[in-house]
C-alpha cells in the first residue's frame, strides 16, 4: 500500500487528525513507518487485532520501564487513535512519539557504536557533561537488559545519547531484566573511550 494515512486521535476532549504523507515515511520492520512531523519523530502501529494490541502493551510497558531505570529515549509518549488509509476503512492503531533527533546513528554490529562516538568528536575525559551522560545511558541499556541496540550520538546535547526501537530483556514471569550482551559491550566501549581524567 502505498495511500497517504489519517491518524486520528483524541487530545484535550477534541479529535485531531494527522495526515502522514507516504512519500515521506521511513520504513520500520515493525510498524507501518515513521514520519518526520515538525519536532518528533512519529512511528505508527496498527492494532487490528487482540495479537497486535497485546504486542503493543508489551511495547508501552518496555519503555515505561525503560525510563523508570533512565534509558534516554527522547521523551517517548503513546498516543492511541484510528488509522485510515487512502479510501480503506479505519482500524486501531497506536503512534509511538518521540523527539526527532539529528547526530550520527549506532545500530550493532553494523553501525559500531565507537564509530558514532569518534564522528560526533566525543570527548575522551570522564569529567565531560558528555561522556558522563553517554556513559549513564550505556549502564541504563545494561540495566535493563536492551536488546538490538540502536540510536543517535550528538555531541552538546541535552542527551547526548538517545536509544530508539527500545526492547527490554523484561522477564514477567520471574520480574527481573535479562542480560544483553549488546548493551554490555556498549558499557565497556564508553568505558574504554574514557582514557582522560
Given at each position: 500500500?502505498?495511500?497517504?494515512?489519517?491518524?486520528?486521535?483524541?487530545?484535550?476532549?477534541?479529535?485531531v487528525?494527522?495526515?502522514?504523507?507516504?512519500?515521506?515515511?521511513?520504513s520500520?520492520?515493525?510498524?507501518?513507518?515513521?514520519?518526520?512531523?515538525?519536532?518528533?519523530?512519529?512511528?505508527?502501529?496498527?492494532?487490528?487485532?487482540?495479537?497486535?494490541?497485546?504486542?503493543?502493551?508489551?511495547?508501552?510497558?518496555?519503555?515505561?520501564?525503560?525510563?523508570?531505570?533512565?534509558l534516554?529515549?527522547?521523551?517517548?509518549?503513546?498516543?492511541?487513535?484510528?488509522?485510515?488509509?487512502?479510501?480503506?476503512?479505519?482500524?486501531g492503531g497506536?503512534?509511538?512519539?518521540?523527539?526527532?533527533?539529528?547526530?550520527?546513528?549506532?545500530?550493532?554490529?553494523?553501525?559500531?557504536f565507537?564509530?558514532?562516538?569518534?564522528?560526533?568528536?566525543?570527548?575522551?575525559?570522564k569529567?565531560?557533561?558528555?561522556y558522563?551522560?553517554?556513559?549513564a545511558?550505556?549502564e541504563?541499556?545494561?540495566?535493563?537488559?536492551?536488546?538490538?541496540?540502536?540510536?543517535?550520538?550528538?555531541?552538546?546535547?541535552?542527551?547526548?545519547?538517545?536509544f530508539?526501537d527500545?526492547?527490554?530483556?523484561?522477564?514477567?514471569?520471574?520480574?527481573?531484566?535479562?542480560?544483553?550482551?549488546?548493551?554490555?559491550?556498549?558499557?565497556?566501549?564508553?568505558?574504554?573511550?574514557?582514557?582522560?581524567?
Amino acid at each position: 500500500m502505498s495511500e497517504d494515512i489519517e491518524f486520528t486521535y483524541e487530545s484535550g476532549g477534541k479529535q485531531v487528525k494527522q495526515t502522514l504523507l507516504w512519500k515521506d515515511r521511513q520504513s520500520s520492520r515493525e510498524g507501518i513507518g515513521i514520519w518526520h512531523v515538525g519536532n518528533y519523530a512519529w512511528k505508527l502501529y496498527s492494532a487490528k487485532d487482540d495479537d497486535q494490541r497485546k504486542t503493543l502493551e508489551k511495547l508501552r510497558e518496555d519503555y515505561r520501564r525503560a525510563d523508570a531505570h533512565g534509558l534516554p529515549m527522547g521523551k517517548p509518549r503513546f498516543q492511541d487513535g484510528t488509522i485510515k488509509q487512502g479510501n480503506g476503512h479505519p482500524y486501531g492503531g497506536m503512534a509511538l512519539i518521540v523527539d526527532w533527533f539529528e547526530g550520527t546513528n549506532f545500530h550493532r554490529p553494523l553501525k559500531p557504536f565507537n564509530s558514532a562516538l569518534k564522528t560526533q568528536n566525543i570527548s575522551h575525559s570522564k569529567s565531560s557533561t558528555d561522556y558522563k551522560k553517554i556513559k549513564a545511558g550505556c549502564e541504563s541499556a545494561e540495566v535493563v537488559g536492551l536488546q538490538d541496540c540502536q540510536g543517535y550520538v550528538k555531541a552538546g546535547r541535552y542527551e547526548p545519547i538517545v536509544f530508539i526501537d527500545v526492547h527490554t530483556s523484561w522477564n514477567a514471569q520471574q520480574q527481573k531484566f535479562g542480560t544483553s550482551q549488546q548493551a554490555i559491550d556498549m558499557v565497556d566501549d564508553i568505558t574504554k573511550w574514557g582514557t582522560e581524567s
